[in-house]
Each structure stands twice: as structure tokens, then as C-alpha cells.
């Protein structure tokens, strides 16, 4: 037996039987030699077919194994990222229908204080209604006026309720932020300088914003203008004349 790299193949030499009958003869009448048969065996383990639990065993550290691995991390990760993916849109979906939900909601408290607001101006306007509705003549004149005088107090006790206010300023030092000034009026005594004299327009105010400034006319002191050099000489000269005149 013939043998080549014991570690990769094994060649085996196979001699021919003696006693062939089929065997031929050379033209010199000597026996001609039968051809050899040879038997490979490759005992490299990657080449060999596997037999029951070996491919298993095999197969525990090559290349596939390790793609089967990364094939199923990936469609985890994958399936992972659809998860998330789908949770970010339910949660996506549910914000959008919550901030719909607050804006109804505030929608539906404005359109409430709205009504409370108009239902108080109702008693107002049926008495002002009633007023209008008497004729007015010298002998009921004074009961009108006392009628619109009445509506004026409940509307003004209304502006209280909600707390708007009349910005008070006559008499006031005027104020640029609550006031506008709309004439200077000149005056002598330096206590009303820079002071409101008259309000033309009342200024509101709702808890502590003004809302409308008030129109306001504003004192300012004005210089006396002083006489001239020679016009007091030339009063006392009229003067004399007038009493060598008499």
C-alpha cells in the first residue's frame, strides 16, 4: 500500500490476481502487466459526508453559524424598531387627540363666561328699555333721570363684579401709564403743576391692567412775563400828564 500525506489522504494500491485467466501477452511472448487500481480516501473532515451527529458538532464554529446568529439578531432588532416605532405612534396619536380634547374644553369654558357675562347685561338693558319706553315731558323729567341714573349705578356695580375699575385721576399727579394727555392747560399756583385739572374720558382698568387710559387735560404754571427796560419810566411819565391834565 502505497501511502501519500497520511494527514490529508490515503492511497491504496490494489495488485492484480495471478491467476487471470483474461490476461495477455507481449509480442516477445512475455505476460504484459495488468494496469494498477488505486483507492483515495481524503480524511480531510470538511470533505467528508457527515455521518449521524456529527454536522451538529462540526458546524458549532464555522461561518454559518455565526450568520444564523446575526440573521436572528437582526430580526429581533427589527421587530424591536417596529415595536417602538408603532408605540411612538400611538403615543403620537394620543397627544394630538388630548391637545384637541384641552382646546374644546377651554372652547367650552370661554363660550360659558360668555354667557354668564351677557345674562347679567339683560337687566340692564330691559330697564333702560322700560325708560325709554315712558315719554318725557317736564313733569316726569326728573323720574327719567332718576331712572338713568339707577341704570348707571347697576351697570357700574356690574364693572365692580368683574372686578374692572375707573382709574381715578382728577386731582392726581398725571400719569403717563394710566392717562393720556390730550390739552396743557397754563395755571398760576405751582401746586397744580403736572396735575390733572379735568378728565375728559374715564380710563378702566381690569386687575391692575389698563385696559383704556383716560383723556386727560394736564396743569402747567406759566411764567409771568416781565416788563421791559423803559416801559415802567415811560407809565410814570403817562401818569403825571394825565394828573397835570385833572
Excluded at 164 to 174: D, H, I, W
Excluded at 204 to 216: D, E, L, P, S, W
Aim: charged fraction near 35%; aromatic fraction near 6%.
Amino acid at each position: 500500500m502505497d501511502t501519500s500525506d497520511q494527514g490529508i489522504a490515503v492511497i491504496e494500491e490494489f495488485e492484480p490476481s495471478s491467476g487471470n485467466p483474461t490476461a495477455s501477452s507481449s509480442p516477445g511472448g512475455e505476460p504484459e502487466e495488468e494496469p494498477r487500481s488505486y483507492l483515495v480516501s481524503d480524511r480531510r473532515f470538511w470533505a467528508r459526508e457527515p455521518v449521524g451527529d456529527e454536522l451538529p458538532s462540526r458546524r458549532s464554529s464555522g461561518l454559518p453559524t455565526m450568520v444564523e446568529k446575526l440573521e436572528e439578531e437582526l430580526q429581533q432588532r427589527e421587530k424591536q424598531l417596529q415595536d417602538y416605532i408603532g408605540q411612538y405612534k400611538r403615543e403620537k396619536q394620543e397627544l394630538e387627540d388630548f391637545k384637541v380634547r384641552q382646546r374644546r374644553e377651554l372652547e367650552r369654558k370661554i363660550d360659558q363666561a360668555k354667557t354668564s357675562f351677557f345674562r347679567e347685561f339683560l337687566d340692564l338693558v330691559d330697564n333702560l328699555e322700560l325708560s325709554l319706553a315712558v315719554p318725557v315731558d317736564n313733569n316726569n323729567y326728573k323720574a327719567f333721570q332718576q331712572g338713568v341714573a339707577m341704570i348707571h349705578q347697576q351697570l357700574l356695580g356690574l364693572f365692580g363684579r368683574h372686578q374692572l375699575e375707573r382709574v381715578v385721576t382728577v386731582g392726581k399727579p398725571f400719569d403717563p401709564c394710566n392717562a393720556e394727555a390730550i390739552d396743557i392747560v397754563g395755571v398760576e399756583d405751582a401746586a397744580l403743576e403736572d396735575r390733572v385739572l379735568e378728565e375728559l374720558q374715564p380710563g378702566y382698568t381690569h386687575k391692575g391692567i389698563v385696559i383704556r387710559a383716560a383723556r386727560v387735560r394736564v396743569g402747567k404754571v406759566i411764567p409771568r412775563s416781565t416788563p421791559a427796560a423803559g416801559e415802567g419810566n415811560d407809565n410814570e411819565g403817562d401818569r403825571d400828564v394825565a394828573e397835570e391834565e385833572a
